[in-house]
């Protein structure tokens, strides 16, 4: 069987040790922090993830690039070219482009380099839920998958991941077009706090509005608790925008409910964090997506 690399997007939330330790290969993405131009090719340390969170505070504008297919065509030809087929785990299509452009990329090596396999796996999933399919996949590979039978696996369990968001600002969200101007107004005097999560087609939807950052908190371990799957890994990763005083609080809530849970506290990164926001919080692990 032919070995393969695992890639996967730089909005990906997960330890940078477990990037470098299992040969992970990301793909960089662009962000601007005011009118500078950074290129993420790993993950940020916590110094810079605050660094850029308290500007994001002080009023800089944030934004992100979309990754061209010459760009993706450019990071396979590299592994390609080392012998390797490719298993890519992109950003949920429903939140960026870069699954068609990653797929175009992905048409043209194969017609390029002979024999080889690309498969580009829509992971439905942002920030640490692609860090829990990443995970999946490594483990998939370990235990001497092929590249095809790895990307049936994942594409088979994309929909069992939970992201169970809270937005402590609603201006980012207003800014992106997601609200309206008088919505993020509104929120912002009653201290309204948007409770969202990923749909099935990968789409970012609100399911519910909590008054204070306590029980918006409390309602995201609420969600853990009635849509957990336990026959599924037990992996959970809470991401936060620069609150890591609500990420411990929320990790010791759901180890109460569910004691051999795996909880992995990671700083959210900037390609989601630029349109969310500092204060963000989530909480992402196995099971029923559409419990509410």
Not at 152 to 164: D, I, Q, S, Y
Request: charged share 20%; proline share 3%.
């Amino acid at each position: 069987m032919k070995d393969y690399v695992i890639c996967v997007d730089a909005s990906v939330d997960i330890a940078q040790d477990y990037i470098t330790d299992h040969g992970i290969v990301i793909i960089p993405m662009e962000y601007m922090l005011g009118e500078k131009e950074m290129i993420m090719e790993n993950r940020l340390t916590d110094e810079q993830l605050t660094a850029f969170y308290n500007a994001m505070r002080q009023g800089e504008m944030t934004h992100t690039s979309q990754i061209t297919p010459y760009y993706y065509q450019q990071i396979f030809k590299k592994v390609a070219g080392q012998g390797y087929d490719i298993l890519y785990l992109s950003l949920s299509s429903g939140l960026s482009s870069t699954y068609s452009s990653a797929l175009t990329a992905a048409e043209e090596i194969e017609d390029e380099f002979d024999g080889l396999k690309v498969e580009v796996v829509d992971t439905l999933a942002g920030t640490g839920g692609m860090g829990l399919l990443l995970m999946m996949a490594v483990r998939g590979k370990e235990s001497g998958m092929s590249v095809t039978e790895n990307a049936a696996l994942l594409r088979e369990n994309a929909r069992k991941v939970c992201h169970w968001f809270l937005v402590d600002d609603l201006k980012y969200l207003y800014r992106g077009g997601r609200i309206s101007a008088a919505t993020a107004v509104a929120g912002a005097v009653l201290n309204i706090k948007p409770i969202l999560k990923i749909a099935d087609d990968g789409t970012l939807v609100s399911i519910a509005k909590k008054r204070g950052l306590p029980k918006a908190s409390a309602f995201l371990t609420d969600c853990f608790a009635a849509s957990v799957d336990k026959s599924l890994p037990s992996d959970v990763i809470i991401a936060h925008a620069d609150c890591e005083a609500e990420a411990k609080a929320a990790k010791e809530r759901i180890l109460r409910i569910f004691p051999e849970a795996n909880v992995q506290i990671c700083g959210l990164g900037p390609i989601i964090g630029a349109h969310t926001g500092p204060g963000m919080m989530a909480v992402i692990h196995w099971g029923n997506r559409n419990y509410i």
